[in-house]
């Protein structure tokens, strides 16, 4: 069966840094657009970062960019959201999600009914 687990959380001051990684034994990345998400206390699910498009075209949030890069290990079948500079606003629940390959980035970040595999969340916590 397919799979994603989001790890990597924790809790970190400002300024801080994480790596978060989703496993996803079973998949082929490259027939899949991939996304991060993340929801914190009170507020909507938020696309964070994603790629697809049939050629790993990106999207990142406006309020990440220049600060969290995604990327993919393919021989590991996992993908990375590097987060620097980390801002207590970034406190959430981080999750991973799949798709079709040819989803364009920005409407997988923007539309989460258009990913078809979800898996748990991990927690990420910027203490001020």
């Known amino acids: 069966d397919v799979q994603l687990q989001a790890s990597g959380g924790g809790l970190v001051q400002t300024g801080g840094s994480l790596r978060l990684s989703c496993a996803a034994p079973?998949?082929?990345?490259?027939?899949?657009?991939i996304g991060w998400f993340r929801q914190a206390p009170g507020k909507e699910r938020e696309g964070v970062s994603c790629?697809?498009?049939?050629?790993?075209?990106?999207y990142y949030a406006d309020s990440v960019k220049g600060r969290f890069t995604i990327s993919t290990d393919n021989a590991k079948n996992t993908v990375y959201l590097q987060m620097n500079n980390l801002k207590p606003e970034d406190t959430a629940v981080y999750y991973c999600?799949?798709?079709?390959?040819?989803?364009?980035?920005?409407?997988?970040?923007?539309?989460?009914?258009?990913?078809?595999?979800w898996g748990k969340g991990t927690q990420v916590t910027v203490s001020s």
């Open positions: 999600a799949a798709g079709p390959y040819r989803v364009l980035p920005q409407t997988a970040c923007s539309y989460t009914r258009a990913m078809d595999y």
């Open positions: 079973g998949f082929t990345l490259d027939d899949y657009a």
């Open positions: 790629f697809g498009g049939g050629d790993g075209s990106t």
